[in-house]
């Protein structure tokens, strides 16, 4: 029993911590550090009794939602070397991890400085005595360098000194709550104004007391060095925050009954002047001073360490030594930045950094865990439960108050947590782990999908859902590209690699054709699924994926294949598309010029019929053509035939009137019919040959009639550039997606035959 006390509570043999030496300690000697001792008689003087214990609630409360948060993270998963930053990283994915932990370490560094300038404040007067004239900055330097000193030696040695100095600070408090001081003024509840001179702003003095509740950092980031940090963390962190948080609780009333507002505001030892004996007061300074600038100095080398195992910073900046693997090189660089924090100001001007630093690590740890517990992903089981809303509440005031506090300084610091994000975005880093990112998504597509089947349907809400059908991708790119044109940005869009064949022979084949051709496209076509998909018969496996691909309310309304030019299986290729017209399919069947390609993208031809809701399909496609750059500047035609010339002014004026209503940029174009013994193929051949993109309707075949529905519309097409032949479905309603309700022009119906491939 005694070994397992040992190793629950202190250090053990294997160089590794327990709750009460590698949580508990760190964290509760930061929380009751500088911050208690040298400003918070100056918090309770500017805010008033009322306003101290409001903003210790308040902190607290965020650090409490935080720390449930923390101990959720933590009984889920094992939190290796990095404390916040492993939490984050391994729940949000690197990138948001890095972006957060970047700033987290400069943070940490910086409150080493912090700490060891408090030190100062209150150890110069003595110093003077000593070396009278040196500047306090110097004393900080010297202190600084030694604790870097000992942190690099070992953390043990460093973390066994806190013992000491929990019993000095245990000491100090009952010095100072033993004290002999009154104020005979009265107590202030609120800010007062004393000499003409208003007390400093709620926001300002929250801003200077926040870091003192950030001490729960520091047991965290000890996480690589604690010998079962699942019920470490949780226990030690959560005892330090109730802890901190009663002290807090105590201190104002007892600074409010011992000394009035002006003294609080002006005497920073103000805990040493009415202690019942002082010296116990400058020991607890000291104590608490140099412990937390130790906590510091151990976490924030781990937090870099654990940046550069990642790659999110230098890979260098990792490197360990010894068998504990101490971060060295880390330490090195921690303590160039927490130099340059005590040469750069005061506590009052470090303070408030540090503030926007640690309160988007709370906040983002808040909703890494409350995102988790919301999508309740299987992996997500931690012993610890936290409920959803609180995380979010503590993940919401953490943001609120950043700009609540300094709005300009919340602004640059979201900057550049984002600006971080995006660089590493662009590094595209691969990780050896699994983060929530995917249960999350996965999550809002449920619900999504599960509120999209209570909202009633209307054909305006129509979007592209499209799959694409062909072989291997880079046989056929043409159709990814009208895939994409028409649902790439407004809808979905996957791309269907069949292959013909027995499961149990091409199984092999298809897992390594999955992986790879997903891969590719997700390189190339970042808007694009794709699915490999074994089946007996291509035609068979079209029709299988046409009705069965996608999700009850959300499936695949269009599908987008090549035309079949071939007359081999032209009675099976008419079934096909008879088939796919009865599963109420939009059809965009795409006849390849392979040798002209889509031209220049720069002229498109539309050969209005008047077909069904053809025309408002094809007036949407050519919109969505419009809106991608390489068409966005082409010159679109409708066009139409009419029988004689007396039918054209009527019939351009219709057009046009079409046009305007669906809001695209066409012209009307309409071709006189010279009655001169010319098909009607002829005359679109004649007036389409130069064109880089012609778009038609499509009446689909009878049952077993494909050869005579491929011939004819093989005679129609042939002399053509790109044709898209198009086919829409009974509930794509062309008149409500492209025409306001009260405006749907009835199409034009020329006596002559339109340009129809059927007839």
Not at 9 to 29: E, Q
Not at 162 to 168: E, T
Not at 719 to 724: D, I, S
């Amino acid at each position: 029993m005694a070994g397992s006390t040992h190793s629950e509570t202190g250090g053990g043999s294997d160089g590794k911590f327990g709750t009460f030496a590698g949580v508990f300690t760190p964290s509760i000697l930061t929380v009751l550090g500088v911050i208690m001792y040298l400003r918070f008689g100056w918090v309770v003087g500017h805010a008033g009794l009322g306003g101290a214990i409001l903003i210790v609630l308040i902190a607290h409360t965020i650090t409490v939602a935080t720390g449930l948060s923390i101990s959720a993270i933590a009984t889920n998963q094992t939190i290796k070397t990095g404390g916040a930053y492993f939490m984050i990283s391994r729940s949000l994915g690197l990138e948001l991890g890095g972006a957060i932990g970047i700033p987290l370490f400069f943070g940490q560094a910086l409150s080493v400085s912090l700490y060891i300038m408090g030190f100062t404040e209150s150890f110069q007067p003595f110093m003077q005595n000593i070396l009278p004239g040196i500047p306090p900055q110097v004393t900080s330097t010297v202190i600084c360098i030694a604790l870097a000193v000992l942190g690099m030696i070992s953390a043990q040695v460093a973390i066994k000194t806190q013992y000491f100095v929990m019993i000095a600070i245990v000491l100090s408090l009952v010095s100072f709550l033993g004290g002999t001081g009154s104020n005979t003024s009265g107590i202030d509840l609120w800010p007062k104004t004393l000499d003409g001179q208003a007390a400093v702003g709620f926001a300002a003095v929250f801003a200077v007391f926040f870091p003192a509740v950030t001490g729960i950092t520091a047991g965290i980031s000890m996480s690589g060095d604690l010998r079962e940090p699942r019920k470490a963390i949780p226990r030690g962190t959560l005892a330090a925050v109730f802890v901190g948080l009663t002290v807090y609780l105590s201190l104002p009333v007892f600074l409010a009954f011992k000394a009035d507002t002006a003294t609080l505001r002006s005497d920073m030892l103000i805990m040493q002047h009415v202690a019942w004996v002082p010296t116990l007061i400058l020991a607890g300074i000291w104590g608490a001073t140099l412990s937390s600038a130790i906590g510091s100095i151990l976490g924030a080398p781990r937090t870099l360490q654990a940046l550069g195992f990642d790659g999110v910073v230098p890979r260098f900046m990792s490197k360990g030594s010894g068998k504990n693997n101490e971060p060295r090189m880390a330490t090195l660089i921690t303590l160039v930045i927490a130099l340059g924090g005590i040469w750069l100001g005061d506590l009052n001007m470090i303070a408030p950094i540090l503030t926007m630093f640690f309160l988007v690590t709370y906040g983002t740890i808040n909703l890494a865990c409350g995102l988790q517990t919301w999508a309740d992903s299987p992996s997500f089981r931690p012993e610890f439960k936290a409920p959803a809303w609180v995380s979010f509440f503590g993940a919401a005031a953490s943001f609120y108050m950043m700009s609540f506090i300094n709005l300009p300084a919340a602004a640059i610091s979201s900057l550049v947590v984002v600006g971080i994000y995006a660089l590493l975005q662009r590094k595209s880093m691969e990780t050896t782990w699994g983060d929530a990112r995917h249960g999350l998504w996965a999550a809002l597509v449920r619900m999504g999908l599960l509120r999209l089947r209570q909202v009633a349907w209307h054909p305006r809400n129509w979007r592209p859902n499209v799959v694409v059908l062909g072989g291997s991708p880079s046989s056929r790119p043409h159709l990814i590209d009208v895939g994409l044109w028409l649902g790439g940005e407004k809808g979905l869009v996957t791309y269907f690699y069949l292959i013909a064949g027995r499961v149990r022979d091409l199984q092999e084949r298809r897992s390594v054709l999955q992986k790879t051709t997903a891969q590719r496209l997700a390189r190339t076509r970042p808007n694009l699924l794709a699915r490999v998909e074994v089946c007996g018969d291509i035609y068979d496996g079209v029709r299988n994926v046409a009705q069965s691909y996608g999700l009850a309310g959300f499936e695949s309304n269009t599908v987008v294949m090549g035309w079949g030019h071939q007359a081999d299986r032209a009675h099976d290729y008419g079934n096909l598309i008879y088939d796919l017209t009865l599963l109420d399919k939009c059809l965009v069947l795409v006849a390849y010029d392979e040798v002209r390609e889509f031209g220049r993208h720069s002229k498109v031809d539309i050969w209005w019929g008047g077909l069904d809701n053809n025309g408002g399909l094809m007036l949407l496609l050519t919109h969505l053509l419009m809106t991608q750059t390489e068409w966005a500047s082409a010159d679109v035609k409708v066009k139409m035939i009419v029988p004689s010339e007396d039918r054209a002014p009527k019939t351009t004026a219709m057009i046009q009137e079409i046009i305007d209503d669906s809001r695209i940029k066409a012209q009307p174009e309409v071709i006189v019919n010279p009655h001169d013994g010319r098909s009607i193929a002829d005359i679109i051949a004649q007036n389409s040959v130069r064109s880089d993109l012609v778009i038609m309707g499509l009446r689909p075949p009878e049952p077993d009639q494909g050869e005579l529905f491929v011939e004819r519309v093989n005679s129609l097409i042939e002399r053509l550039p790109t044709v898209l032949l198009v086919r829409a479905s009974a509930q794509f309603a062309g008149a409500h997606m492209m025409f306001e309700d009260d405006k749907n022009p009835a199409l034009p119906s020329p006596d002559s035959k339109p340009p129809d491939p059927e007839k």
